[in-house]
């Protein structure tokens, strides 16, 4: 069974500051790597998605991945109270003929002024 | 990015009625969709798998008769929860993407409450 592990936190940062979230997945063959952000009581928000190995930037987001160790993550830049939020990383793959994206349970983010 | 539309965002229903749920792709043909449930402060939880003209694929433990989905179209799919009753309350989200493998875009989300 595909299992995507998220430290659920939460992790608090100063506004300003960098905030770091981190992601393992266990399936090897997975492909195509994602975060969302979810306020409380709204759906989830694409916020950037990844499928090479290295460092994908937009904006104050950057996405790492590493295949190798099995491992992506997201830095946010400059927080903000605004980012805020839990932040789900979903990992997808061909798994029995589909890809089916299988979500972590997420990690709580709190920006404090 | 892409818009996904659902409706109703909220609905209240009595126990034992029926209550559908439209996800709608505004721009873009959605070859995928899926729903999930998602109860207050727990993880997303996927119910089914939704492929435009063929049947849904349910997860384990999920009634498909009780959940009813249809993908009739590329840009239309719809949940009908039958004869709900109080345990179904939660918040019911889809999602939906063009392609395999590519990033997936999610509606607003529809919060039922069934009393």
């Known amino acids: 069974q595909k299992e995507v592990e998220q430290n659920s936190g939460p992790l608090s940062v100063p506004e300003g500051a960098i905030a770091s979230l981190n992601c393992t997945y266990s399936?090897?063959?997975?492909?195509?790597f994602f975060w969302y952000r979810q306020y409380s009581g709204k759906s989830p928000e694409l916020i950037m998605f990844i499928y090479s190995n290295g460092d994908k930037e937009d904006g104050r987001f950057t996405a790492q991945l590493n295949k190798a160790s099995q491992y992506v993550s997201l830095l946010i830049r400059d927080s903000q109270p605004s980012d805020s939020a839990t932040y789900l990383c979903?990992?997808?793959?061909?798994?029995?003929?589909?890809?089916?994206?299988?979500f972590g349970r997420g990690t709580s983010l709190i920006v404090h002024p | 990015g892409a818009v996904v539309s659902q409706h109703p965002s909220w609905v209240i229903c009595k126990s034992g009625t029926s209550v559908k749920i439209e996800c709608r792709s505004l721009?873009?043909?959605?070859?995928?969709m899926f729903w999930y449930r998602q109860f207050p402060k727990q993880s997303l939880m996927l119910m089914a798998t939704?492929?435009?003209?063929?049947?849904?694929?349910?997860e384990q433990g999920v009634e498909k008769d009780k959940f009813l989905i249809n993908h009739a179209s590329l840009t239309l799919s719809t949940l009908t929860v039958t004869s709900a009753h109080p345990e179904d309350s939660s918040f019911y989200i889809c999602?939906?993407?063009?392609?395999?493998?590519?990033?997936?875009?999610f509606g607003q989300g529809t919060r039922l409450t069934v009393v």
């Open positions: 399936d090897r063959g997975s492909q195509s």
């Open positions: 721009d873009f043909q959605a070859t995928t």
């Open positions: 999602s939906a993407r063009e392609q395999l493998n590519t990033e997936a875009f």
């Open positions: 979903a990992v997808s793959g061909l798994s029995g003929g589909s890809y089916i994206p299988t």
């Open positions: 939704s492929n435009e003209g063929s049947k849904a694929t349910y």
